[in-house]
């Protein structure tokens, strides 16, 4: 295998880990789910390492990166949901804001044009929360710990960025319409 191509392997890789998540939690297997978790985690931050600093990105890592992680994450959310950890509303909320993203993108794209999308702090954020709620529910239930009101303040944390992100995309998509409109001048 050429170091280029390494990557887009280690991504596939993480891929494979969501069944194993799947199943470590239906059978209430917590502290196997964490490991997984985090694997997952180190897999990401791996090969987003060696694309950058070997020069080895590529159009397929741009792709299968994102969707890797987002398979990974929805499929904990539903899980958790599925085991009452959380509420199932919040797997709406973070399900809704992803299809959001991608079907205002597909709508730009066919209306205006072939356009550049990079996830803006905000959305950074929230998927930070989002994976800090997932790693402190796994460790909380692996760990046999509990901290008061924690898992209520990550849920209301994960809406509220959740949201945030969510209206900054479609503001996002409203300027870059307007500025394309009006020819880049503000008005």
């Not at 494979?16 to 931050?45: E, N, Q, T, W």
């Not at 060696?50 to 398979?71: E, M, N, Q, Y």
């Not at 509303?89 to 730009?108: H, M, N, Q, T």
């Not at 930070?128 to 209301?156: D, G, H, K, S, T």
């Amino acid at each position: 295998m050429k170091l280029s191509h390494l990557p887009n392997a280690i991504t596939i890789g993480r891929m494979a880990f969501v069944p194993l998540l799947i199943l470590m939690l239906k059978d209430g297997r917590f502290l196997g789910a964490l490991c997984i978790f985090l694997v997952a985690g180190v897999s990401d931050a791996l090969d987003g390492y060696i694309a950058k600093h070997f020069g080895c990105t590529s159009r397929l890592g741009a792709i299968l990166d994102p969707v890797a992680d987002k398979v990974l994450l929805v499929s904990a959310y539903v899980m958790l949901a599925w085991l009452h950890l959380i509420p199932f509303w919040l797997v709406l909320a973070v399900v809704f804001r992803d299809l959001l993203i991608v079907g205002g993108y597909l709508v730009y794209v066919s209306l205006y044009g072939p356009v550049q999308m990079h996830p803006s702090y905000v959305s950074k954020f929230n998927t930070f929360v989002q994976i800090l709620l997932v790693l402190f529910l796994l460790a909380q239930r692996a760990l046999e710990f509990r901290v008061p009101y924690a898992n209520e303040l990550l849920v209301f944390s994960v809406l509220a960025t959740t949201l945030a992100s969510g209206l900054h995309y479609v503001w996002t998509w409203g300027v870059m319409k307007d500025i394309e409109v009006t020819g880049g001048k503000q008005s």
